[in-house]
């Protein structure tokens, strides 16, 4: 897809329509986009390349913009196959080409490829610059942004930031959809461990004059800059983004389903504006993951199984756990037909987080909701929703 930067700035990435499931796990329907980019100037700077995947046609895009001319420096800003796939095509396309990173991508950069000693390379260091001619590149360290070695990229005369992974978004280029639903998913599911290195770029980015965000994933960011940056701002300070309720369901034959319709029924009557109800068995996980940190209330409805919970739900816990889900309130309900188990399960993962309240008591039911069960429903509907006040 053409896109458009600046005279000088010239976008060469590519859009994967064909990869099954981004780094083997997220499903992306409607793709995800590798972004490079070029400064044309006296001195000529690729930033990143792309994903081995689509080397051939990253290369087409890099030579019609080089219009013959070589370029001088490749800036890595991060490591990842999605981004560094292409480096060894071009050392072979152009061997004398200086290679731009920090000493931790210089450390990591032979695990993926053999680099031929000859290799020119120039390691930067926090705020240290690069004078491309009238355009002038400096270097701010990210690490864990999502790898140990990423860097951002301020770019001073058309004031860019090439933000690595930071602001990226799954979905091709061409596409036609509300940024924050898939720059979301994409953030928890693939930043959200760190929110605390995230709060540190935005800190430095704060203090820069940013007109131009190019990320390596999703569109060029060129208006409205803070509604992306709050965004991130609430993202990573795991601050709740919406007051709602996600209803996480893990029902083998359908009846704990049914007793989380009925709650969802309930706190809609008893006035609670958003509530979101999940099929962890079926729905996408990254996007049920998406919305336990999007709203600042969730129960959990489970099965008991092996005298633990039904995998499915001990799966989504496990990645609210790595991606360090707090600040918010959780209540519990269970199901269990000789020995329900499913909800002691579930507590002691929770009181593994830190800083998430947990709904007492926790609702069971045997098998299948039944009048005697109501007045427990009632209760925790009652309770998640004065937890939201
Ligand atoms: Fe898009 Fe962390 O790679």
């Given amino acids: 897809m053409k896109v458009t930067i600046s005279d000088a700035v010239k976008y060469i990435g590519v859009d994967d329509r064909d990869i099954d499931l981004f780094e083997s796990q997220y499903v992306v329907p409607n793709g995800v986009s590798y972004n490079s980019y070029l400064i044309l100037d006296e001195k000529i700077a690729v930033m990143d390349t792309v994903?081995?995947?689509k080397t051939a046609e990253w290369e087409t895009n890099l030579k019609a913009?080089?219009?013959?001319?070589?370029?001088?420096?490749l800036v890595i800003s991060h490591l990842e196959p999605d981004h560094a796939g292409s480096i060894a095509c071009l050392?072979?396309?152009y061997p004398e080409i200086t290679l731009v990173g920090n000493a931790k991508t210089f450390q990591m950069l032979p695990q993926f490829m053999a680099v031929n000693p000859d290799t020119q390379m120039i390691t930067v260091k926090e705020g240290d610059t690069l004078s491309l001619g009238t355009h002038t590149l400096s270097f701010y360290m990210a690490p864990m942004v999502h790898w140990p070695e990423v860097m951002v990229t301020y770019e001073s005369s058309e004031k860019i930031l090439f933000s690595a992974d930071g602001f990226g978004k799954f979905g091709a280029l061409d596409t036609d959809e509300d940024w924050a639903c898939e720059a979301r998913r994409y953030y928890f599911n693939i930043v959200g461990k760190y929110g605390m290195p995230v709060q540190a770029l935005l800190k430095k980015a704060a203090g820069l004059d940013i007109a131009v965000i190019c990320p390596l994933h999703g569109p060029i960011l060129k208006e409205d800059?803070?509604?992306?940056?709050?965004?991130?701002?609430?993202?990573?300070?795991?601050?709740?983004e919406n007051k709602g309720v996600l209803i996480a369901v893990a029902s083998i034959h359908g009846n704990t389903a049914k007793a989380a319709k009925k709650l969802e029924q309930l706190l809609i009557e008893k006035g609670e504006e958003k509530v979101v109800v999940s099929d962890l068995a079926r729905d996408d996980m990254a996007e049920v993951i998406e919305d336990a940190f999007r709203y600042d209330r969730m129960i959990l409805a489970a099965s008991s199984y092996d005298a633990g919970v039904f995998p499915c739900m001990q799966d989504f816990l496990h990645h609210l756990k790595a991606k360090?889900?707090?600040?918010?309130?959780?209540?519990?309900?269970?199901?269990?037909?000789?020995?329900p188990s499913a909800g002691k399960t579930m507590k002691a993962i929770l009181e593994t987080m830190t800083n998430v309240t947990l709904l007492e008591p926790m609702v069971t039911i045997r098998s299948t909701l039944k009048e005697e069960n109501m007045a427990d429903l009632e209760a925790l509907a009652d309770a998640i929703?004065?937890?939201g006040k």
């Fill in 385 to 387: 929703i004065a937890a």
């Fill in 65 to 73: 913009e080089l219009g013959g001319r070589k370029p001088d420096y």
């Fill in 51 to 53: 994903d081995a995947r």
């Fill in 225 to 240: 800059l803070g509604y992306y940056v709050n965004l991130y701002q609430t993202w990573s300070s795991y601050t709740p």
């Fill in 91 to 93: 050392l072979s396309l």
């Fill in 324 to 339: 360090a889900y707090q600040k918010r309130t959780v209540g519990i309900l269970e199901n269990g037909s000789w020995a």
